[in-house]
């Protein structure tokens, strides 16, 4: 049997549940012993697992996963999971919603709603949450740049992508380091960058450590960063000289895009408004990608039908004409 080390006081947030259970390694039993390495091995997983689910992953009772946690100093399993979660919060969050909604049976239809609705809440809050003049200062440090970086991991490298296509038309210098060669290569890129560059980073939960390296470099190269993120507590926000803060909560997965894309075409359109010579640019580059755009045509069973096409066009009034009659 065991030692017990409910003596020990609870597990605090620098406690590290890691720690805590290799110290206890020697004092537990063999079964608990092997549910201790299997945590100490996959310590994400394990946060993400029912207490059922981790004991039959190690081939023991839910009674002895209770027990394990008790002999770590924990006064049952919720209280063990909790400690084992802190510091996954952001990055579990997206797991146990989904959990949560598969043990509510709903239909296609109705997820397709929720997700919806949820994607045109975001919508309505970044409109009335977005503070507006932290989103003018962005855009004067935008045409003020003479270069402009724009960086982002995961799924904010798509984003990245799209905010540099919109600026393109309107700033001299636009570029999206988000994909082309990886970090190293985007780390080259800002090494040449100079004071008066913009980097725009954008990072959201669950945060890149790329993107946050990146942005700090940046800083103490001496470029100006914005960043797009979520919160003011982001890891991001603390290496920005502006950050706009968009709430963009999803029910099940990490963010809702949309509303993180709406802000981003909403800078890009502030952009577009100020830039000098914005409509010469906007038409030059129309027709400069002409060439490459196609325009709309006729469907094909209405080429294919000259009564069709004929039927979609006014048919001009019969004229009369008078002729003479023959002569015989």
């Known amino acids: 049997m065991s030692r017990s080390l409910s003596a020990r006081a609870p597990a605090s947030a620098d406690d590290l549940i890691s720690a805590r259970i290799a110290a206890a390694m020697p004092t537990l039993t063999p079964i608990h012993r092997r549910m201790g390495a299997f945590v100490l091995a996959n310590l994400f997983r394990s946060a993400t697992m029912r207490i059922d689910e981790l004991a039959g992953a190690v081939g023991a009772s839910v009674a002895t996963a209770n027990r394990f946690a008790r002999a770590l100093g924990f006064s049952g399993y919720p209280a063990f999971r909790e400690a084992l979660v802190r510091g996954f919060e952001a990055t579990i969050a997206p797991v146990e919603r989904l959990r949560t909604a598969l043990e509510s049976p709903a239909t296609g239809a109705e ?7 949820q994607a045109a809440a975001n919508l309505r809050l970044a409109q009335t949450s ?14 003020a740049a003479p270069r402009v970086f724009v960086i982002g991991y995961g799924a904010s490298a798509f984003l990245a992508g799209l905010m540099e296509h919109g600026l393109t038309p309107y700033c001299a210098n636009v570029q999206s380091l988000a994909l082309m060669g990886g970090p190293s290569h985007a780390a080259r890129r800002l090494f040449t960058a100079s004071r008066g560059d913009v980097l725009v980073a954008i990072a959201f939960p669950r945060y890149v450590d790329d993107t946050i390296t990146l942005a700090r470099l ?21 290496v920005a000289d502006l950050v706009l803060a968009i709430r963009a909560e999803r029910r099940l997965a990490a963010n809702c895009d949309t509303a993180v894309l709406a802000v981003i075409e909403a800078l890009c359109d502030a952009v577009a408004h100020r830039a000098k010579r914005s409509v010469e640019a906007a038409s030059g580059l129309t027709e400069f990608v002409l060439p490459w755009l196609v325009a709309p045509s006729l469907p094909k069973d209405t080429r294919a039908d000259p009564q069709a096409v004929h039927a979609t066009r006014r048919t001009p009034a019969k004229r009369h004409t008078h002729t003479e009659p023959r002569e015989s």
């Open 111 to 117: 997820v397709f709603d929720a997700s919806l609705a």
């Open 130 to 143: 977005v503070d507006g003049a932290k989103a003018e200062a962005i855009v004067d440090t935008i045409l």
């Open 218 to 238: 940046a800083h103490d190269h001496g470029l100006r960063v914005v960043a797009l993120t979520d919160s003011a507590v982001s890891p991001l926000a603390q």
